[in-house]
């Protein structure tokens, strides 16, 4: 695992969490400047150019009217209509329901709190929801995925969706409805982190207190490519290309200033990598997949992830279970899906972060064309997503998941998994700390030579035999085929393996030494 929890800290207390907001020129980043998106029945396009003239104080409501930023310290007042989930939730109300729905999960959900919290101190949550019965002889850790919603402030009802999802899990009401969802709580670890981004939740800005764009934070996290100059940020700026996420995080300094909410959350998502995890907007109605960049000026290309075809196929199995999602196939879009970078580059996103130290993959989900609808849309929306949810839940940990240890002790080991063929699939690390925990994504269909070289974390004398694994396959099937592409099913998502690796034969000690004196 890159990553140093010491150094984010150290970064963390290094930076002022300030920055100076300045030149906006668009205000909605997360769209294509030529989108005609609804938008609280006025375009995007309309948005956009009204906005223009006004400083970033403002910001659009959700009837389109402007509004001063500043003084919108609070959500308007709830459009509660009788129902939990017919309704917003402020902040407050928000933790307080998951307290209740953690004390009423009669022991099935915890809650976490994240930290540091956000700039102006709102503790950020996860609910935990937990395989009731966590030992059933398992050897391996849970499958697990993680929801994040709420990274833009302005983009609400995936944080609605979310609460109710987690209220569903824990209260028993989703295992209760289908077997599916009772099967899915029996052995996939879920958390859920609601809100990102609760500081611009309650002033409903896309950013956070400092006015930066936590999905352009990232980078100030880590991040391989090198920033750009401000030159160069200049110079794709007047050459009129219509993207310009150099520019952006330039003009924005702030972005390149690590915010206290990438902290919690990179912090949470490092210390359990989940298999697999979701980042939930608004805005459009998209399963978006890795990468949002490769390179350091964010072109607009194909970008894909070394594990590709899987992505790909995980988007769509969102999308095929959200059919006003799967309808969109206007390109760049196909059956709902789209390439990050393919659509609109994106420099410091979570779901890149995630790729590149995390070793595992996100999706970023638009799941709501209106970025801030009506209260009264909440229950229909959830009925759009709520089977896609199980889906992608399902598919946490597809692939190869295994544990390595000590064939004569059973201690777990430390191990490097490459894949021989195909031969562009990334590495993968095997954790000591967890058990000996490792899981390589593999896509179906796809058939793959994998080589498992055990070692100790601690380095030592003893060397192990690599471990071999040929021919490792996923069956395939198809949920549903449409013209575009079918996304996967079948039992057959995993494979999992205890690996026990044997010790190599111990060195001639004499004849090294006489080496090594030569
Ligand atoms: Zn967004």
């Known amino acids: 695992m890159r990553f140093s929890v010491a150094l984010l800290v150290a970064l963390a207390l290094a930076h002022a969490w300030t920055s100076a907001a300045q030149g906006l020129r668009r205000p909605d980043a997360d769209l294509p400047a030529t989108s005609e998106l609804d938008n609280g029945g006025t375009s995007a396009q309309q948005l956009g150019s009204a906005l223009r003239p006004l400083s970033d104080t403002f910001v659009a409501t959700r009837n389109g009217q402007l509004t001063d930023g500043q003084e919108f310290a609070s959500p308007p007042p709830g459009e509660f209509v009788g129902d939990e989930w017919a309704r917003y939730h402020n902040h407050d109300e928000m933790v307080r329901l998951l307290q209740d729905v953690v004390n009423n999960s009669n022991g099935a959900c915890t809650l976490d709190e994240l930290d540091p919290p956000s700039v102006e101190g709102r503790v950020l949550y996860a ?18 995925f993680t929801w994040i919603g709420n990274m833009h402030g302005d983009e609400t009802a995936n944080r609605e969706l979310l609460l109710r999802l987690a209220a569903g899990l824990c209260n028993g009401e989703l295992a209760d409805s289908d077997a599916r969802w009772k099967a899915l709580q ?3 670890t879920v958390r859920i982190i609601p809100t990102m981004n609760p500081d611009g939740y309650e002033r409903r800005t896309r950013w956070n207190a400092n006015k930066v764009d936590l999905n352009r934070n990232f980078w100030s996290v880590e991040y391989p490519y090198a920033k750009p100059t401000l030159d160069q940020a200049r110079k794709r700026d007047r050459y009129g290309a219509t993207m310009y996420p150099a520019a952006d995080m330039w003009s924005k300094v702030g972005n390149f200033t690590l915010q206290p909410e990438a902290v919690a959350v990179s912090r949470y998502l490092a210390a359990a990598p989940p ?22 000026v964010g072109a607009l290309t194909n970008c ?3 594990e590709e075809p899987l992505p790909r196929q995980l988007a769509a199995a969102y999308a095929v279970h ?13 059956a709902g899906t789209v390439q990050g970078a393919a659509w609109y580059p994106v420099l410091g996103s979570m779901q890149d972060w ?9 999706l970023t989900l638009e799941l709501h064309e209106v970025k801030d609808p009506p209260a009264t849309a909440l229950d229909d929306l959830w009925g759009q997503n709520s089977a896609a949810f199980l889906r992608i839940m399902e598919l946490a940990g597809m692939g190869l998941r295994g544990r390595v240890l000590d064939q004569q002790t ?43 070289q055990p070692y100790r974390p601690n380095g030592g004398a003893i060397k192990y035999l690599p471990i071999q694994l040929k021919g490792l396959r996923l069956g395939v099937a198809a949920d549903r ?38």
């Open 304 to 306: 894909p992830t070394a």
């Open 275 to 296: 298999d697999l995890s979701a980042n939930l907007h608004g805005g459009a109605l998209v399963a978006n997949y890795p990468l949002d960049a490769c390179d350091s």
């Open 186 to 188: 029996g052995s996939t």
């Open 127 to 144: 609910v935990v929801a937990s395989p009731r019965n966590p030992a059933g002889g398992a050897v391996l850790p849970r499958p697990s």
């Open 481 to 518: 085929v449409t013209a575009e592409g079918s996304a996967v099913t079948g039992a057959a998502l995993r494979i999992e393996r205890t690996l026990l690796a044997t010790r190599a034969p111990a060195a001639n000690k004499k004849k090294k030494m006489l080496r090594a004196t030569m």
């Open 354 to 362: 995630v790729y590149h130290h995390l070793d595992r993959l996100m």
């Open 410 to 452: 059973r201690a777990p080991l430390a191990a490097t998994i490459t894949v021989t063929s195909p031969a562009s699939s990334r590495p993968a690390d095997a954790d000591a700390a967890r058990g000996g925990y490792f899981y390589k994504p593999m896509a179906p269909g796809v058939s793959y030579d994998i080589t498992v």
């Open 322 to 334: 959200n059919p006003n999602m799967s309808a969109q196939g206007t390109a760049p879009f196909r």
